[in-house]
């Protein structure tokens, strides 16, 4: 039972990645392997992985096995890690992207992402709800930039094909873009109906930086949630367009994602609906319903990241609410 896969997005340095893939944040250890096993043979292409999930060996195995089976061969299948935030450092940068490449069994990564804007200190604890002010470094546009010069010489070593930023406002992203050599190949962000992050679309595509999207169906099982998150997937314009196009809430949610021209990593680790999120691939909204679906956007974020923010710091602070909106785009 196959999707179709086969579409790929060009990125700026002209490598390709699968506009579909599986995310894996938050997949438990004991279930993540077979997700990816299942996922691989029902055709997806394209993993997404982090050394902060703390799955990657297992994920590691599970693409082991299936190259050992002849399911994929490596150059077949978009593997992604990301540089968590205590390793920003970088002298730090190299060896956290061969712990993840030790840890998957891989001899490179197609695309190593910095996972979030800020750092923590070394010895910050990986429970996010036990780290406190002493633990963040904070945003420094001066230590990104060399953050990123130290990412900039994994693709010269081939430790990396690509690589890219994630969760970057426009302000940040901008900051980033005044030194860098290499212009981010990504910006992966949550989107969903209710975020939909159309300005920062724009100025990534003006910019040449794929935009992929994180938390489509709004991350039902996220470790923090709020009386007023709304569910994407109880959304009854969704169940109504669904209806209309005999599927599934979330296959339309995710349509919604591809017809925008992003990259987008649902995450599962049940086989019917990893199946299931795969054929959103098939399912083509009319642009009466796309514009219907836009206009749900409410400028809602699920994950606010609120364990990096600087005692006294605000949301619209850390997002850069006021500066992206007062950015002009060309």
């Not at 996220?222 to 997937?233: A, F, K, M």
Request: aromatic share 8%; proline share 5%.
């Amino acid at each position: 039972m196959e999707g179709n896969v086969s579409e790929f997005i060009t990125l700026n340095n002209g490598h390709k990645i699968p506009s579909f893939g599986l995310g894996t944040w938050l997949s438990k250890p004991g279930e993540v392997g077979a997700a990816v096993e299942h996922a691989l043979k029902t055709g997806y292409r394209h993993i997404d992985c982090a050394q902060f999930y703390f799955n990657e060996k297992e994920i590691g195995d599970a693409l082991q096995r299936c190259f050992k089976d002849g399911v994929v061969t490596r150059d077949q299948v978009y593997i992604t890690s990301k540089l968590w935030c205590n390793d920003f450092a970088p002298e730090d940068v190299e060896a956290a992207c061969r712990v993840s490449l030790q840890n998957l069994q891989l001899d490179y990564l197609d695309l190593y992402l910095v996972h979030q804007v800020a750092g923590l200190k070394k010895d910050a604890p990986c429970d996010l709800g036990a780290v406190t002010d002493e633990h963040r470094l904070g945003y420094s546009p001066e230590n990104m930039a060399k953050t990123w010069e130290a990412m900039e010489k994994l693709v010269e070593k081939e430790l990396s094909r690509s690589i890219g930023i994630s969760n970057f406002t426009i302000t940040k992203t901008e900051n980033l873009l005044k030194t860098a050599k290499i212009v981010p190949a990504v910006n992966q962000v949550e989107c969903h109906i209710y975020l939909q992050q159309e300005k920062l679309r724009k100025y990534c595509k003006n910019k040449g930086i794929i935009f992929e999207a994180y938390s489509p169906l709004g991350n039902p099982t996220r470790p923090v949630q709020h009386q007023d998150d709304p569910n994407p997937l109880l959304e009854p314009l969704v169940k109504e367009i669904a209806v209309k196009y005999a599927a599934t809430p979330a296959q339309v949610c995710l349509a919604f994602i591809l017809q925008r021209g992003m990259v987008v990593i649902p995450k599962s680790v049940n086989p019917e609906r990893i199946n299931e999120n795969l054929f959103s691939t098939l399912v083509e909204l009319d642009s009466e319903d796309m514009m219907k679906l836009k206009a749900l956007d409410r400028s809602h974020r699920l994950l606010k990241m609120m364990f990096l923010y600087k005692t006294g710091q605000t949301y619209d602070q850390f997002w850069d609410i006021k500066e992206d909106e007062d950015f002009k785009l060309p």
